[in-house]
């Protein structure tokens, strides 16, 4: 199986800041890469797809790159609406598999 | 506007079965693939299952092969798992997702429904 890495595990951060989290694989994953925003109580929320292809309603200040093994996910300048736990998944193959999840909160 | 919903979840004891439901509307539901992914509490995301759109083509993680079985009716628009020998470890809410649209690779989920709790306690 393919195993999914992120870093940091947890992240503080405040309001207009740029923050960065990072995916990697276990092996290449080539574009198949996907982003997920979870706020608590609530289903995950697609954000990304293709390691950079922005899904639709999804503000712009989010961005995704990378490819093979090494994989980001910026956030250009935090809103308050940003906190929340973030996934990476990869869709190369099956078992499909997510990271351990991001927790980003307020400092 | 995409509505997915679980139902069927519930408290059972270790070595107990369960069926799950997923009822879809508002996509063409035959012309997608569907998966479920559940949650324990307080932990991370893990895919569980997959289907393909015709339902001939099915999936699992490791963790439930041999105990869960994903199918679809497509006459009622209706995605179910059905879980066997279940074990505390299975103790999660299951989401049912509906798979993007994609020309390559394997699934990833563009909605998802609310949730159903399934507790497994002695």
Known sequence: DIQMTQSPSSLSASVGDRVTITCR???????????YQQKPGKAPNLLTTSASSLQSGVPSRFSGRGSGTDFTLTISSLQPEDFATYYCQQSYTTPITFGQGTRLEIK | EVQLLESGGGLLQ????????CAASGFSFTSYDMGWVRQAPGKGLEWVSGISNSGVDTFYSDSVKGRF????????????LQMNSLTVEDTAVYYCAKDSPRSDGYFYFDNWGRGTLVTVSS
Do not use: E
């Open chain 1, 25 to 35: 694989a276990s092996q290449s994953i080539s574009k198949f890469l996907n982003w």
């Open chain 2, 14 to 21: 270790p070595g107990g079965s369960l069926r799950l439901s």
């Open chain 2, 69 to 80: 079985t994903i199918s679809r009716d497509n006459s009622k628009n209706t995605l179910y």
